[in-house]
């Protein structure tokens, strides 16, 4: 199978250095009819893990999957879908049918916090109470496993489930330099005020390295975010 190159959104500046993903690329084959079955395999798509299993198939590089941020994971799936299916991707919006050019979405440029750290964790100031945190960027396995505690967390609170919270429990690292899981997930619960939670959450969103999967449809003026699901990687259903 003929192969291409990923440039990856993080350019690999936050992976330790010797990883092969430090390099900021990562080599993809072509799709085929192993990576068909794939994306037909309803066991898969009902556990969720058709396109894990589809990225694992197509990667040639010599990574590991788990480390990949989530940013650079979405930017090697768009590439695997233009290179098994073509540039051009339909889907409807507000009742219209919308056509995209996948070939045109770039990546975000890297923001300037970014650059020559090879260390996944930041420094930020949370702006009311003034508390300093550090915080990551969460990686393949980091979703895994935040996935995993929130099915558990249904199982119990079956009315509501504190998606938000736990979700900000992985993501900070430390708060005024305790670095204790108990500590930390004792502050969201307790002291994390909703402003400082939404100020991080707007900082992660503006530093985060991904692929611009957003849009302006043809007379409109504002931006739409381009939906991917399993019809992604079938066009002409």
């Not at 690999?12 to 390099?23: D, H």
């Not at 979703?143 to 009315?159: A, N, P, W």
Request: glycine share 6%.
């Amino acid at each position: 199978m003929p192969t291409e190159v990923v440039e990856l959104p993080s350019k690999g500046k936050l992976y330790p250095e010797g990883s092969e993903l430090a390099t900021g690329q990562v080599e993809i084959k072509y799709m085929g009819a192993a990576e068909e079955d794939i994306l037909t395999n309803q066991s898969y798509i009902t556990k969720g893990t058709v396109f894990d299993k589809l990225l694992k198939s197509v990667i040639v590089s010599k990574i590991n999957y788990d480390d990949l941020l989530i940013g650079d994971k979405n930017a090697i799936m768009v590439a695997t879908r233009v290179l098994g299916y073509g540039n051009d991707y339909s889907f409807y919006h507000e009742g219209n049918n919308v056509k995209v050019d996948l070939s045109l979405c770039e990546n975000k440029p890297l923001h300037e916090v970014l650059e020559n750290t090879n260390i996944n964790e930041f420094h930020f100031e949370l702006p009311f109470s003034k508390n300093n945190i550090t915080f990551k960027l969460l990686t393949h396995k980091d979703e895994q496993d935040l996935s995993r505690e929130i099915e558990g967390l249904k199982k119990i609170h079956k009315d509501t489930v504190p998606e938000l919270s736990t979700r900000l429990k992985y993501i900070i690292t430390s708060v005024e330099g305790k670095r204790d899981k108990q500590d930390i997930r004792e502050f969201v619960d307790k002291y994390l005020l909703a402003r400082d939670s939404r100020a991080l959450r707007s900082y992660i969103k503006e530093i985060q390295p991904d692929v611009d999967l957003t849009y302006i449809p043809d007379g409109e003026e504002e931006r739409i975010v381009v939906p991917i699901g399993i019809d992604f990687f079938w066009p002409d259903m």
